[in-house]
């Protein structure tokens, strides 16, 4: 378990270290386009080669990375703290506060985000440059991507609520934010932190996925979504494993996210 | 004069009443048994006594005279001030009435901190006295512990601990041995009785368990359908019972202890 | 870079005989559900591959050669300085139920095509002017039909009008073309079998078509199409995409570069002047300087190369040179250079400050290019022109937005300042433009729906574009269109960026197939394609 979490804090220190020091790590910039040499294999020049326009692709997963792997957690901090928020509250008063949140949460559920999405677009100037429309876009992620959650962390408030050691909490004089603070939250910790890092990936598919509305990262800059998304039109791509190396970072950062956020699971 | 008087009737929702005008005294002091099967409402009148029966959904009609106040007048806000303070409870199975996500200090810190006032020096110090009480380890090592970490009967001790850190004058105990080995049943009945000499405080010992109710309490209340049967002292109720239902518990038993043998327990607080 | 051209044309013809057999089912895709089986209401292009293969029409035009060939009718002749056609037509003909072919049926079809309330965009081409149409079945083996107007490029527009029955009981069901729809399943497949009363023969006298039979699965994507023509279950796709064709191409299975064809891409400015924008960017974008010098720093060697992955020919204008009659042969291609770019912003006071270029009155040179999302050639070319004009000091922001929303600012709010879209060029004939040229035109895309020409040179393209509408006689046409594309090419209103090849392919076993730029490619000579078995 040990050498697991080492692993994992060694991963994320990398990442960071690898964010902090894209403009030194790439070998060019992320919209620099290397035009003889499109589409190139791996080589000295472009470790990763370069993709359809001749772009490093090595630079472009280094800033990609710093996009997304900067924005999707901060987004899913954000989403995540709306969803025990709400998802506590009304597990916490149950009754007609509940029946309130949950109206809230259908509602949240069920409103047809695309055209919400797409007025947001309509609302948004054209010209906004690549890091304000993408940093928007994960606030809207943020912003909408609760309710699910929170659903979730009713249901267990509830449960919580009817245990044991929250009645005992009652009868020892704990009510109100107390009793939220210490007898709910630390018990939700584990769904929270489960929401948290299940949104991250969410998120970063998500902003790819929005760019068919306008949203998310514009040209030249990628995230690792964009990067992702180049992927999804290639049933037929000859054998290039390099490039799914976007693919891979995700999966081995959340995991090692996963890891160290979950110490307190494991324990139990 | 009484410290609790109690003429209750309890019904949850629109079903019959499982407490129909239920009356009951405790005097100060006193360790007044309340025995009955299970799912006789005596859980549902140690809720009405603490003021949460409206979070189960049940409904107390009647009166709840504390040293001569009205309970069920009290605000929620006045309740909370008695909880934990004045009137605190022993619950049936400790492993799950802690926070498992919380060491035992915290929990116990917390506890102390609703009602206590001073620094954090008086805290510990109140945290160690409890833990003396109840015959733990009045140590950090202890503290840091989680619930998970430590036996059951030590975990009854740490919630007992708690439920007395604040001097209270009535401890309600709802069947807190039932979820116990023989062993470990025994050491907690001795607890309880120590505790309540020492502190002087009244208990309210609500139990199926006749035998346990037997050697720990002064007077013991049977209750049957929703009335209270028989009340009287544990040595009346076993050997002189009057009502047929008492006289159909004794008989159930499987032994009867003998005058001799309920004397000896009572000296040495064992059964 | 690789090309496969077409062998001599002749050859495959002299080899039709050779591979004239009989029998077999075709497979190809279609991307989508037929919106229609009524061959007047035709708009999408699956329901035009229907009417193509289960139509008859008075005249086919030759996707080779480009001349129209007699079909239903064997004769026609044009008169009243193009108001007038009167075609002689084949006898003994049937539709697929039996039912006989008569000048009736032509005459029902046309008096239905031009019904108002119909709303057929076949039959808006023929529309010139107000007024009814009449016809005058002379015979039952002659029709003469009149226009309340002169129509351009008249003859070639009967390609599109499948003759309907006037008296067979199944209705448009009815085919008079090489197949007939036999089955269909909502979502999934259209069975085509062949007609038994077609009436076309080969040289050597054997009925056709050859085939048997035609499946069409519907297939929306690509890439699985492409994996299924890999695995043989389909032997035609009709478009490819440049990706899809190197894949192909890599993996030995046969794939075609028919040559460019006449669809465009092109990059235009807002010059609506009511639209939201700020004046000094109206101003921009009004100045043909500026467009030319936009137009002069993008290279469109590197789009066609790098983009098309060199299935694409940098852009001349309105017309692609594959449209050989109707394209201005004195048209040169647009320079790459960025040097006369600079020169030419100058003359307008642009300067540069540092890298910035700025305007006469100090304002950064920046705008967006909005695309419709999910077409990755036009965002990438969007792109890799951001990266041009960076060169030049101007800072492009790309914009991919849903088409609806793409649309509603494109004629709607008038809400955007550069736009990269393509044409579909379906028709030979420059005429089908009119509604793109016309300063009044609700497609005149850079300032739509004008009460009067906003300059002088849309002024003067209106004026041609009417007398060639007038005109009956294509030379006389010519000369106005080939003014038209010298006016475009200085203008530059649109900047034209590149003309896409067509890209086909054509499973071997397929005989007598001759791919062509133009729609259908692959199967427009489809009764005399045949299977190797």
């Known amino acids: ?268 | 004069m009484d410290l609790l008087s109690v003429r209750l009737t309890i019904n949850y929702k629109d079903k019959p009443p499982v407490l129909d005008e239920l009356c009951l005294d405790l005097r100060p002091g006193e360790v007044l048994g309340l025995v009955g099967h299970s799912g006789c409402g005596k859980s549902s009148l140690a809720l009405a006594i603490l003021g949460l029966l409206n979070l189960k959904g049940g409904k107390a009609r009647g009166s709840i005279l504390w040293d001569g106040h009205e309970l069920l007048a009290l605000k929620e806000k006045e309740w909370r001030k008695l909880r934990g303070k004045v009137i605190s409870f022993v619950p049936q199975s400790p492993m799950s009435a802690l926070n498992p996500a919380l060491r035992l200090g915290t929990q116990m810190n917390e506890a102390w901190k609703l009602h206590g006032h001073g620094g954090s020096d008086h805290m510990e110090e109140s945290v160690f006295q409890a833990l003396r009480d109840v015959g733990l380890p009045p140590n950090e090592e202890f503290l840091r512990r989680y619930p998970s970490e430590i036996s059951v009967g030590q975990a009854q001790r740490v919630l007992i601990g708690m439920a007395i850190m604040h001097r209270p004058a009535l401890l309600i105990a709802d069947e807190p041995t039932s979820a116990l080995d023989a062993v470990t049943q025994a050491e907690i009945l001795a607890l309880f009785g120590e505790l309540n000499r020492k502190l002087g405080m009244s208990m309210l010992f609500i139990s199926h368990d006749l035998v346990s109710a037997y050697g720990l309490c002064h007077r013991i209340a049977l209750i049957n359908a929703g009335k209270i049967v028989e009340c009287n002292t544990p040595q009346a109720i076993f050997f002189s019972p009057q009502q047929p239902f008492t006289k159909k518990l004794i008989a159930a038993l499987p032994t009867v202890p003998s005058p001799a043998e309920v004397e000896q327990a009572l000296r040495y607080n064992t059964f | 870079m690789k090309r496969h051209y077409l062998v001599s044309t002749i050859v495959l013809l002299g080899a039709i005989s050779t591979f004239a057999q009989s029998g077999g089912e075709l497979r190809f895709c279609l991307r989508a559900e037929p919106k229609t089986f009524n061959p007047l209401l035709v708009e999408d292009e699956a329901s035009e591959t229907i009417r193509y293969l289960t139509g008859g029409v008075l005249v086919r035009v030759n996707r080779l050669t480009l001349k129209a060939e007699p079909e239903l009718a064997t004769s026609w002749k044009v008169s009243e300085g193009g108001k007038r056609i009167r075609f002689k037509l084949r006898e003994g003909l049937k539709y697929s139920d039996g039912t006989p072919f008569a000048a009736e049926d032509v005459a029902y079809t046309m008096q239905q095509l031009m019904d108002p309330a119909l709303h057929s965009s076949t039959g808006d081409a023929f529309r010139s002017a107000e007024g009814k149409l009449t016809t005058n079945v002379v015979s039952a083996k002659e029709i003469e039909i009149d226009f309340p107007a002169p129509v351009a490029n008249l003859v070639n527009l009967f390609d599109t009008v499948a003759i309907l029955s006037a008296k067979s009981p199944q209705k448009e069901m009815a085919a008079l073309g090489p197949f007939y729809v036999a089955e269909r399943k909502a979502g999934s497949y259209l069975l085509l079998k062949r007609n038994p009363y077609y009436w076309k023969k080969d040289a050597a006298g054997k009925q056709l078509p050859y085939l048997d039979s035609i499946r069409l699965d519907i297939e929306q994507n690509p890439e699985i199409e492409a994996m299924r023509y890999k695995r043989g279950e389909v032997q035609l796709i009709n478009t490819v995409s440049p990706a899809i064709f190197e894949k192909l191409s890599a993996d030995n299975a046969s794939v075609r570069d028919a040559g460019a064809s006449t669809d465009t891409e092109q990059l235009w400015f807002n010059q609506v002047p009511g639209a939201p924008l700020p004046v000094y960017k109206k101003s921009w974008f009004a100045s043909t300087n500026f467009r030319r010098a936009i137009s002069e720093a993008i290279n469109r060697n590197d789009l066609a190369r790098i983009v098309y992955r060199g299935h694409a020919v940098p852009a001349i204008g309105i017309i692609s040179p594959s449209n050989k009659f109707w394209f201005n042969s004195d048209l040169k291609p647009h320079a790459y250079d960025t040097a006369d770019a600079l020169r030419r912003l100058q003359q307008d006071g642009f300067h540069l400050q540092g890298e910035t270029l700025k305007d006469k009155a100090g304002n950064a040179v920046e705008f967006s290019i909005a695309t419709n999302a999910g077409n990755r050639a036009r965002e990438s070319m969007a792109t890799m022109i951001q990266q041009d004009l960076k060169k030049i000091g101007i800072k492009v922001n790309v914009v991919t937005l849903d088409f609806n929303s793409l649309l509603e600012r494109m004629t709607q709010s008038y809400n955007y300042e550069a736009c990269l879209l393509g044409f579909q060029n379906v028709e030979l004939d420059p005429n089908s433009q009119m509604a793109v040229w016309l300063s009044s035109a609700d497609n005149h895309q850079w300032n739509p729906n004008q009460k009067s020409p906003a300059t002088p040179w849309e002024a003067e393209i209106d004026k041609l574009m009417r007398a060639q509408a007038a005109s009956g006689d294509e030379h006389k046409r010519k000369q106005y269109w080939d003014r038209v594309q010298q006016i475009a090419w200085e203008q530059e209103p649109f900047i034209y960026l590149i003309n896409k090849d067509a890209l086909v392919a054509i499973a071997p076993a397929v005989k007598n197939a001759e791919p062509s730029v133009f729609r259908p490619q692959t199967f427009w000579n489809v009764e005399t394609l045949a299977l190797a078995h």
Not at chain 1, 4 to 12: K, S
Not at chain 1, 59 to 82: D, E, H, N, W
Not at chain 1, 126 to 149: D, H, I, K, Q, Y
Request: proline letters at 5%; one cysteine or more; glycine letters at 8%.
């Open chain 1, 1 to 268: 378990m040990k050498t697991i979490r080492l692993i994992a804090i060694t991963v994320l220190a990398v990442t960071a270290l690898t964010i902090l020091g894209a403009h030194y790590l790439a070998p060019a910039g992320y919209e620099q386009q290397f035009r003889e040499t499109p589409q190139a294999a791996p080589s000295m020049h472009h470790l990763l080669g370069t993709d359809e326009l001749g772009r490093d692709r090595w630079a472009r997963l280094l800033y990609g990375m710093r996009v997304s792997l900067t924005l999707a957690p901060l987004a899913a901090l954000f989403t995540t703290a709306l969803a025990g928020l709400v998802g506590g509250i009304a597990g916490y008063f149950g009754g007609w506060t509940e029946r309130c949140c949950k109206l809230l949460i259908d509602l949240f559920l069920s409103v047809p985000w695309l055209f919400l999405l797409i007025t947001v677009r309509a609302v948004l100037p054209l010209n906004v440059s690549p890091e304000a429309s993408v940093t928007v876009t994960f606030a809207l992620l943020g912003l909408l991507g609760w309710a699910a959650s929170a659903r979730v962390i009713c249901a267990g408030a509830k449960d919580l609520m009817k245990s044991e050691f929250v009645w005992m909490a009652r009868a020892s004089g704990f009510s109100g934010l107390k009793l939220i603070r210490l007898h709910l939250m630390p018990n939700l910790r584990g769904a929270l932190l489960a929401q948290f890092w299940i949104s991250i990936p969410v998120f970063i598919i998500a902003e790819a996925n929005l760019g068919a509305l306008g949203l998310g990262v514009a040209e030249p800059l990628p995230s690792l979504g964009s990067l992702l998304r180049e992927l999804q039109d290639s049933v037929m791509v000859r054998p290039e494993p390099w490039r799914l190396l976007p693919l891979a970072v995700l999966i081995v950062v959340i995991s090692s996210f996963q890891v160290l956020l979950n110490k307190q699971e494991i324990r139990n």
